[in-house]
């Protein structure tokens, strides 16, 4: 069954480097997402990506994020310059159809700023 | 702006048992409600989702959960718990014009044996 691919599983970094976290989506799926959990608290949208264009972002991505599908199969979340409270365990999602469609989500990534 | 209560961040149950996990959400425009299930150290997988049509709506491992628009709810059931039904589980809700999903804060399911 094709599934979602997140690397690395574990990332740690310091305070104010920047981090790329990589996703491959299911292959013929069209909308990407970015969600994110921090430790005790729920699951939060980030953003989604249709069309190589952010469609939707939430108040939490600012301008320290960018997402980018570099090469047809990748999708990425960059982190300019890392917070403490970017610690947090990310999820990328892909679908094929934005409306009704099961969104299928990655293991994760858990980040770690120290 | 939507939102998702989940009631119970822990559940026990033994073997057996009958599963009942709430959900109630909150939502200006009829919803589409999902349930997700996460294993330890793996992603989120989707148990089951309402979108239209039938209120009760059956998904994965013997799962089921009903649309109750008067008490705003989406609880999930399962006649008889199995201990591979230890994992987390999370309700969600999107819009039915967008796609971002809205989730509560999760439940903890323990099955005793």
């Known amino acids: 069954e094709p599934e979602v691919t997140q690397t690395p599983s574990h990332q740690v970094t310091q305070m104010g480097q920047e981090v790329i976290l990589r996703c491959v989506p299911i292959s013929n799926h069209l909308y990407f997402y970015w969600y994110r959990q921090i430790l005790g608290q729920k699951v939060e949208f980030l953003v989604s990506f249709y069309n190589n264009e952010i469609s939707e972002k939430s108040e939490i991505f600012d301008d320290q994020f960018s997402v980018e599908r570099p090469d047809g199969s990748n999708f990425t979340l960059k982190i300019r310059s890392t917070k403490l409270e970017d610690s947090a365990m990310y999820f990328c999602?892909?679908?094929?159809?934005?409306?009704?469609?099961?969104?299928?989500f990655g293991p994760g990534t858990r980040l770690t700023v120290t | 702006a939507q939102s998702v209560t989940q009631l119970g961040s822990h559940v026990s149950v033994s073997e057996g048992a009958l599963v009942l996990l709430r959900c109630n959400y909150s939502s200006s425009v009829p919803p589409y409600l999902f349930w997700y299930v996460q294993y330890p150290n793996q992603g989120l997988q989707l148990l089951l989702k309402?979108?239209?049509?039938?209120?009760l709506v059956k998904g994965i491992n013997g799962f089921e959960a009903e649309f109750k628009k008067s008490e705003t709810s989406f609880h999930l059931t399962k006649p008889s718990a199995h201990m591979s039904d230890a994992a987390e589980y999370f309700c969600?809700?999107?819009?039915?014009?967008?796609?971002?999903?809205?989730f509560g804060e999760g439940t903890q399911l323990t099955v005793n044996p």
């Open positions: 309402y979108t239209t049509g039938a209120t």
């Open positions: 999602a892909s679908v094929a159809v934005a409306v009704f469609g099961e969104q299928y």
């Open positions: 969600a809700v999107s819009d039915p014009g967008g796609s971002r999903l809205t």
